[in-house]
């Protein structure tokens, strides 16, 4: 596991996307997770939504089940599956800018409930879903055993959790740790950082069975290189992004400097991106 020098707490986590909330939906949008490049023709859009429907497929949906979106952003995945799928998700996001904005939103079919709630107390009961996932919201999990024993908690017997995660290498090099996978926990807000195998423990030890694990590092990396240039583009027409960036009482403004490293970490390998999938056994 990669520990931050300096600890990370879930309030930290949740000031960091109240207070890039306008940026992440410039910059990101918001589907606030990479996009999945398969002919790597895709535009930014069609990636983010690629990246949704590979997680759907895995996931075997089918309309009824109830789905629990753990670490749900803005919503809009949430209500991507309850549109296409006629699923009703019921998602959690420590961040209330993005609850509030989540909130604005509504679907057609199926249904999709945001609350602004810490995952590992979550106010679920036992047996709840058919199916959980979590985009790039483990990572800030204070404690990623908790994370998958509450995941295991509210899915029923026969259920499954989709996990995409960004991931340490294996074995790194003391210089990957120093200069990239310790700072972008920092500077992310991340209070670790597993490896494949960190996860893999987590989840049988929760009483899981991995069915799956697909690298995706190649097909994702594009996503940090059109942020940089969406990035650059603000800073040179927008007033707002140049007073954020010599605001010293901006704590998150060092984040920029992560966008950086994150695109070195997928070139050099120092860094994975996989979409993990997990079975409950069924009720005997």
């Not at 690629?50 to 759907?56: E, I, P, Q, R, S």
């Not at 994150?262 to 069924?282: D, E, F, I, N």
Request: net charge neutral; glycine share 6%; aromatic share 10%.
């Amino acid at each position: 596991m990669i520990l931050p020098k300096q600890a990370q707490t879930t309030a930290a986590v949740a000031r960091h996307y109240d207070e890039l909330d306008p940026f992440y939906r410039e910059i990101w949008g918001e589907h606030v997770h990479h996009g999945y490049w398969e002919s790597g023709n895709e535009t930014p859009s069609e990636a983010a939504n690629a990246l949704v429907d590979l997680l759907c497929a895995r996931l075997q949906l089918t309309p009824g089940m109830r789905v629990c979106d753990i670490g749900c952003g803005y919503g809009a995945t949430a209500r991507r599956l309850a549109e296409l799928h006629q699923v009703d998700v019921d998602g959690l996001t420590v961040s209330q800018a993005q609850a509030s904005h989540a909130a604005r939103h509504t679907v057609a079919h199926g249904s999709v409930t945001i609350q602004c709630h810490d995952w590992l107390s979550n106010p679920f009961a036992h047996a709840s879903f058919e199916r959980a996932y979590a985009i790039e919201s483990s990572e800030h999990m204070l404690d990623k055993q908790a994370f998958f024993d509450q995941a295991y908690r509210v899915l029923k017997p026969g259920g499954m959790l989709a996990i995409y995660a960004w991931l340490a290498c294996d074995q790194p090099q003391p210089w990957e740790v120093r200069h990239l996978l310790e700072p972008i926990c920092r500077e992310g807000r991340l209070p670790s950082m597993g490896d494949e195998q960190d996860y893999r423990r987590f989840a049988q030890h929760s009483g899981f069975t991995v069915a799956s694990v697909t690298d995706l590092s190649v097909q994702v990396r594009k996503t940090w290189a059109i942020c940089l240039r969406r990035l650059a583009g603000k800073v040179c027409t927008d007033a707002a992004y140049l007073r954020y960036l010599f605001d010293r009482r901006a704590s998150n403004r060092v984040f920029i400097v992560t966008l950086f490293r994150l695109l070195v970490a997928y070139r050099t390998g120092s860094m994975r991106y996989c979409l993990l999938v997990l079975h409950k056994a069924p009720a005997r």
